[in-house]
């Protein structure tokens, strides 16, 4: 039962165009969303964070928008840029006697384009 | 500032042979988990603590242990490996749950 879903596996944007990664959930009680960047042979690094009493989070050229009713997320970045190139996971926490784990998503590989 | 460090970088075992991966971070966080990381199934939880003397099982415990003794360490153990169990590793430490989970950069194991 995948709790955290990311339904595109892959993406490919054009330099300085905008990349849109989408996140959709399952679970009610997740309260607080994150985005994490992977390159090859290296862990995963935190990229931006939500909570869900907001609808909108915003650290330089990314952007994440938590539509609650929908149950969704998306990450944009704007511009793009080569070294942006990665696995994207989205991942959630809620409240309660299980808020004290992540749930990760598949990953969306997003390859930007010179 | 080492962060959280993992070792071995890479290991390959024969089946039914066990191991302890090390995890190791001086961030002095509280909480640290155990991911495996398997193609098309992203990164899935496989035991994580909140702090020294008191751990939980994730998603996919089976044929593994862990203990938190220390809140430097968190040593994942294999009983007794199965191909099955081959994938990438990664250990991650946090302040607590609504922050930033630190990543190793992960042990890749094969089993044969």
């Known amino acids: 039962d995948q709790q955290v879903k990311q339904n595109s596996p892959s993406l490919s944007v054009q330099e300085g165009r905008i990349s849109i990664l989408n996140c959709d959930y399952t679970n009610s009680m997740f309260d607080y969303f994150l985005w994490y960047k992977k390159y090859p042979a290296e862990g995963p690094t935190f990229l931006i964070s939500?909570?869900?009493?907001?609808d909108k989070n915003e650290d330089g050229r990314f952007t994440v928008f938590l539509n609650k009713s929908a149950k969704h997320l998306s990450l944009h970045i704007v511009p793009s840029q080569p070294g942006d190139s990665a696995v994207y996971f989205c991942a959630a926490s809620a409240k309660g006697s299980s808020g004290d784990k992540l749930t990760f998503g598949t990953g969306t590989r997003l390859a930007v384009r010179p | 500032n080492a962060g959280v460090t993992q070792t071995p970088k890479f290991q390959v075992l024969k089946t039914g042979q066990s191991m302890t991966l090390q995890c190791a971070q001086d961030m002095n966080h509280e909480y640290m988990s155990w991911y495996r990381q398997d193609p098309g199934m992203g990164l899935r939880l496989i035991h994580y603590?909140?702090?020294?003397?008191?751990?939980d099982q994730g998603e996919v415990p089976n044929g593994y242990n862990v203990s938190r003794s220390t809140t430097e360490d968190f040593p994942l153990r294999l009983l007794s490996a199965a191909p099955s169990q081959t994938s990438v590793y990664f250990c991650?430490?946090?302040?607590?749950?609504?922050?930033?989970?630190?990543f190793g950069q992960g042990t890749r194991l094969t089993v044969v």
């Open positions: 991650a430490s946090s302040y607590n749950r609504n922050t930033e989970a630190f």
């Open positions: 939500i909570s869900s009493i907001k």
């Open positions: 603590s909140v702090g020294a003397g008191i751990t």
